[in-house]
């Protein structure tokens, strides 16, 4: 049994080496790419220089995109958030017939591929002269983000206490007053996650965005996507700069929702 043990815990450790080292090595090669000249041979450039972030800055209006991007994900989180919390009060505290349906409902946008949806939204969307503007972009990334959201407020709302909201209606409080001096500063920590994590979301999402932004509307992941691959001769070097740009987007972002609250928080009742 003990080599049974020590035989999983070295594959298990290799495996995780190995995963590491690759994603390292990625990340690695994309930031030296972006900041160096004539990368041709050799471990290290010879050549370190910043011209590729500059000739970014020049191919595209870096703050118009962060705005965009920005825009998009933080009205996104507002309009889920008004719809998420109460679904997900619902779901967290009532018992009722067809709850276990009515959640895989709610959930089936984040089991789906995002295409077998997308294009019949973005279809409506050209229908509808909502393409190429910012209201189009909101309201496509709103379809994966309200679930998402309702996943992570579930086990926060859960975890308050059922005899606060009962004490509250003995001593006379009302609905609205229970809700907004009891339930929300309690799951404040939930919003704030469920908020951050889904601005994450947002920023990263690419298929919803592409099939419906526009010139004006582009976020950074898809005028990322644009460099790379439209049509167009970009040096491979400042599609990394860009790519490095959104990274760090990406990353400070989700550094700010692992402050809040424990990744385990999310998916464990506390008792």
Known sequence: MRS?????????????????????????????????????RGVFPKIFTGDWYRYVSRDHDIGSLMFVTFTVAFLDVLIALAVA????????????????????????????????YGIPLAMLCYKFHLAARLSGVILVNLVPIVPFMILIL????????????????????????????????????????AGILSIVKTISMFDLTYLVAGGNTQTIVVALYADAYAAGARPPQAVDALAVIYFLTAMICLLVALKFVSPTQMVFKLK
């Open 4 to 40: 049974k043990l020590k035989l999983s815990s070295i594959l298990f450790a290799a495996a995780m080496v190995v995963y590491v080292a690759n994603v390292l090595g990625i990340l690695f090669t994309v930031v030296l790419n972006s900041i160096s000249k004539d990368w041709f």
């Open 154 to 193: 579930m086990p926060f709302i859960e975890q308050v206490g059922t005899n606060l909201e009962s004490a509250a209606v003995m001593l006379g409080a009302k609905r609205w007053t229970i809700f907004r001096k009891i339930l929300v500063p309690l799951t404040v920590p939930g919003i704030l996650t």
């Open 85 to 116: 919390f109460p679904a997900a009060y619902v779901l967290a505290r009532k018992e009722f017939r067809g709850k276990g349906l009515l959640l895989s409902l709610f959930l089936l946008p984040m089991i789906v591929p995002p295409m077998a």
